[in-house]
C-alpha cells in the first residue's frame, strides 16, 4: 500500500511541476552544430527567451515554463522562423531544413500551431503565384525591349497577371477570413489578422469595413482569455483603431 501511495504521489508531484510547461523539439536538417532560438511574442514585441543548441544531427530538446498563454517564435535565423501557440503540457515536435526553416517546417503535437502551420503554408502558396507572376512581367518586358513583341502584347499580359494577382489575393483574404470566423478565442487569430500579401494587410485597417473583423478577433479573446496581456493590449489596439476610423 506503501509502495502504490509512493508511486502515485510521484506521478503527481511530475504532473504538477509540468501542467504549466510544453516541450518543444524535434530534428532540424542541416542544424548539426548550430543553435536555434526561442522568443516570445509579447503584446510589445519579441521577448528573447533562450538560445537552444542541436546536436551532430540536428536533434534538440527545450522545456519551458509558461507565464500564460501567448505566441513563441523558433528562429534559425532573424528572418528565418516558425511562429508556434502552445498550450500547457504540450510537447511539440517541429523538422524542417535549417537554411529554409519558414517554408519546410512541420509540426505535430500542438492542435493551435498546426493551425497556424497551415497559414503559412496557404500563405507560402500565395507567394509562390506572386513570384510567378513577377517572372512573367519581366519574361515580357524583356522580349518587348528586345523588339520580339510590341507594347500591345505587353499590355495583353499585364492585364492577365493583374487578374490573377487579384484572384490570389482574394483567395488569401478569404482563407485569413475563415480562420478568423472558425478559430473564435484562438490567439491564432492575432497572426491571421495581421496578415500580408504583398507587403499589404489582407484586412486593410484604412477600411473601415475591418473594424467588424478586429471587433470579431477580441470577443472570441475576451471571453476565452479575459485576463490574458494578449486580449487587454489588443483591446487598446480596437478602441484607437476604431477612434481613427470615426476621425476619417
Known amino acids: 500500500?506503501?509502495?502504490?501511495?509512493?508511486?502515485?504521489?510521484?506521478?503527481?508531484?511530475?504532473?504538477?511541476?509540468?501542467?504549466?510547461t510544453f516541450t518543444v523539439g524535434g530534428t532540424i536538417d542541416g542544424g548539426a552544430g548550430h543553435s536555434l532560438w526561442l522568443e516570445e511574442l509579447t503584446?510589445?514585441?519579441?521577448?528573447?527567451?533562450?538560445?537552444?543548441?542541436?546536436?551532430?544531427?540536428?536533434?534538440?530538446s527545450y522545456?519551458?515554463?509558461?507565464?500564460?498563454?501567448?505566441?513563441?517564435?523558433?528562429?534559425?535565423?532573424?528572418?528565418?522562423?516558425?511562429?508556434?501557440?502552445?498550450?500547457?503540457?504540450?510537447?511539440?515536435?517541429?523538422?524542417?531544413?535549417?537554411?529554409?526553416l519558414s517554408v519546410s517546417y512541420t509540426v505535430s503535437g500542438s492542435p493551435e500551431s498546426i493551425l497556424l502551420w497551415q497559414l503559412q503554408q496557404f500563405t507560402n502558396d500565395?507567394?509562390?503565384?506572386?513570384?510567378?507572376?513577377?517572372?512573367?512581367?519581366?519574361?515580357?518586358?524583356?522580349?518587348?525591349?528586345?523588339?520580339?513583341?510590341?507594347?500591345?502584347?505587353?499590355?495583353?499580359?499585364?492585364?492577365?497577371?493583374?487578374?490573377i494577382y487579384r484572384l490570389t489575393f482574394q483567395e488569401q483574404q478569404d482563407y485569413v477570413g475563415r480562420l478568423i470566423e472558425e478559430n473564435q478565442g484562438s490567439l491564432s487569430t492575432l497572426i491571421a489578422l495581421y496578415k500580408p500579401f504583398n507587403n499589404?494587410?489582407?484586412?486593410?485597417?484604412?477600411d473601415p469595413n475591418c473594424i467588424d473583423w478586429y471587433d470579431m478577433v477580441l470577443e472570441g479573446l475576451e471571453e476565452r482569455y479575459p485576463d490574458n496581456p494578449h486580449t487587454i493590449h489588443f483591446k487598446n489596439t480596437v478602441e484607437h483603431l476604431r477612434s481613427a476610423l470615426s476621425r476619417q
Do not use: W
Open 1 to 20: 500500500m506503501k509502495r502504490i501511495l509512493t508511486i502515485l504521489c510521484v506521478a503527481l508531484l511530475a504532473t504538477s511541476c509540468h501542467h504549466d
Open 43 to 60: 503584446p510589445d514585441g519579441p521577448l528573447f527567451i533562450d538560445s537552444i543548441p542541436m546536436d551532430s544531427k540536428g536533434r534538440f
Open 63 to 100: 522545456r519551458y515554463k509558461m507565464p500564460y498563454r501567448s505566441l513563441y517564435n523558433l528562429h534559425t535565423s532573424e528572418n528565418n522562423y516558425v511562429v508556434l501557440l502552445p498550450d500547457y503540457g504540450e510537447k511539440i515536435r517541429i523538422g524542417g531544413d535549417y537554411d529554409n
Open 126 to 163: 500565395g507567394g509562390k503565384v506572386l513570384n510567378q507572376l513577377v517572372d512573367t512581367t519581366l519574361y515580357y518586358q524583356r522580349l518587348m525591349d528586345e523588339g520580339k513583341i510590341d507594347i500591345e502584347a505587353v499590355y495583353d499580359k499585364k492585364d492577365e497577371t493583374d487578374s
Open 200 to 206: 499589404r494587410l489582407l484586412i486593410d485597417t484604412r
